[in-house]
């Protein structure tokens, strides 16, 4: 099983930017597909964007398109999710995964490997 370690998270008002990093044991590299999630109170987890093997991006959520960013850098086995002009409804729990595939997937199921979460609040 691997582990990951997120940092990153914290406080920021509306219109503000963070980055959130993800370093893992090994499997955060360009052989799997790497994705974050997030989970606002009392809603499921939901696919944000994905990374797969190809460096192709998938983005699950339309808002994310032009103000999210993931990045990986598998020498440091390290992903990022750079979140700019942050509103109150991007509030939540983020999630790093990895899934032991080339391809990406919406589905949480499809998923392999978990980072703990850390959380992210909008709010002025």
């Known amino acids: 099983q691997a582990q990951f370690v997120e940092s990153g998270g914290g406080l920021v008002r509306p219109g503000g930017s963070l980055r959130l990093s993800c370093a893992g044991s090994?499997?955060?590299?360009?052989?799997?597909?790497t994705a974050w999630f997030r989970q606002a109170p009392g809603k499921e987890r939901e696919g944000v964007l994905c990374?797969?093997?190809?460096?192709?991006?998938?983005y699950y959520l339309d808002s994310a398109r032009i103000r999210f960013t993931i990045s990986r850098d598998s020498a440091k086995n390290t992903m990022y999710l750079d979140l700019n002009s942050l509103i109150p409804e991007d509030t939540g729990v983020y999630y790093c995964?990895?899934?032991?595939?080339?391809?990406?997937?919406?589905?949480?199921?499809?998923?392999?490997?978990w980072g703990q979460g850390i959380q992210v609040t909008v709010s002025s």
């Open positions: 995964a990895v899934r032991r595939a080339e391809y990406c997937s919406r589905e949480v199921s499809d998923f392999d490997d």
């Open positions: 090994g499997f955060i590299s360009d052989e799997y597909a």
């Open positions: 990374i797969n093997s190809r460096d192709v991006k998938w």
